[in-house]
């Protein structure tokens, strides 16, 4: 059974999901304000560089005399900076607030436990930890730019019962693997994600606008690998209707586009996060083909993994990536620590 402090943080934990489309790159937050058993004030970060959840929270309570005699939940630590706002923690000493709740700490370097010390130092009771595992998974991609200095790296495809991505049949149509739900989870994700990756043989023989049509969100950066800027420049990639980042070994550019020039004589994976965090991208969405896949779980560069498993026997193709094994290991073990969902597509 939930504790009170457990049941008010699982409420920071649904606020904070409503900023999951415009919050980023700030991390998502959510907050509560509990006086006598009963919560009389409620907010989130709905929007990067609008006010937090503690400020939405606290100027939604209808009697600010109750903050003196109310616990402040939070699901991260409230910030001890001056950036587009002003810091929250600061905020909660003025009204007087005299318990905070926090979820977790926050790994960002002008935080990291100066907000928890700015509440201790002013007498106000800290408690932190409350759903902490929670709390984190909720700012996945944040807390991964904070300590891996690296984007959250997802990767999806679909194979057939057979283990195969695609076949292309005589009449020149490939296999469609997915159905109309899976097809609008794909866009689901990448409403979520800030960036989408495929690589040239995707790019070419898919033509893929890589935009959010079946879902409500933000248009991500659309990434394609095209090492000899060899793609046709009437691919849908070139269309101008989004940003496109090509990445490239020539020194040309293509009208339209942005371009990292990389150096493919070495890992091009690498320098293509170290441009992402540059670009402050905390998100990327892999969708392709099977051999830029594989080269990220070779590399160990994946977060999440969202494999769709159909029930077509497709007898040949292009085999789909293998995620136990890698290069650098001969045994068969599933890589630890990142989450692997299969989902089963019975249309």
């Known amino acids: 059974m939930m504790t009170n402090d457990e049941k008010y943080m699982m409420r920071c934990i649904q606020l904070a999901k409503n900023g999951r489309l415009g919050a980023a790159p700030n991390p998502m937050v959510g907050a509560v304000v509990v006086c006598d058993g009963q919560i009389i004030g409620e907010g989130y970060h709905a929007k990067c560089g609008e006010a937090h959840a503690e400020v939405h929270a606290i100027g939604s309570v209808k009697d600010p005399s109750l903050l003196r005699r109310s616990t402040l939940y939070v699901s991260l630590e409230p910030c001890a900076h001056y950036g587009k706002t002003p810091p929250c923690a600061n905020l909660i000493v003025e009204k007087g607030i005299p318990k905070v709740v926090i979820g977790c700490q926050d790994p960002y370097s002008q935080v990291a436990g100066k907000g928890i ?85 995707t790019a070419l023989f898919d ?115 293998s995620i136990f094994f890698s290069k650098k290991s001969s045994k068969k073990k599933l890589i630890m620590g990142r989450n692997y969902h299969i989902f089963h597509n019975f249309v």
């Open 117 to 201: 010390k700015i509440l201790q130092e002013a007498g106000c009771e800290v408690v932190v930890g409350v759903l902490e595992e929670e709390c984190i998974n909720l700012n996945k991609a944040f807390f991964t730019v904070q300590l891996k200095h690296r984007p959250f790296i997802t990767l999806k495809w679909a194979q057939s019962a057979d283990g195969f991505m695609d076949v292309v049949r005589e009449d020149g149509e490939a296999v469609k693997l997915s159905s109309p739900l899976t097809q609008m989870l794909v866009h689901k994700r990448r409403a979520e994600h800030q960036a989408i990756l495929v690589g040239t043989r």
């Open 207 to 321: 033509n893929p606008s890589l935009n959010v049509r079946v879902w409500s969100g933000q248009q991500p950066l659309r990434i394609v690998i095209d090492r000899t800027l060899s793609l046709p420049r009437g691919l849908h990639l070139f269309d101008g209707s989004q940003p496109t980042l090509v990445v490239t070994e020539k020194e040309e550019t293509v009208q339209g586009t942005e371009t990292l020039h990389a150096d493919f004589s070495r890992s091009i994976l690498p320098q293509l996060m170290e441009e992402l965090m540059r670009r402050k991208i905390q998100s990327v969405l892999v969708e392709g083909g099977a051999k830029l896949l594989q080269s990220f779980l070779d590399e160990g560069l994946w977060d999440e993994a969202y494999v769709e498993h159909c029930p077509q026997v497709l007898g040949q193709g292009v085999l789909a990536p």
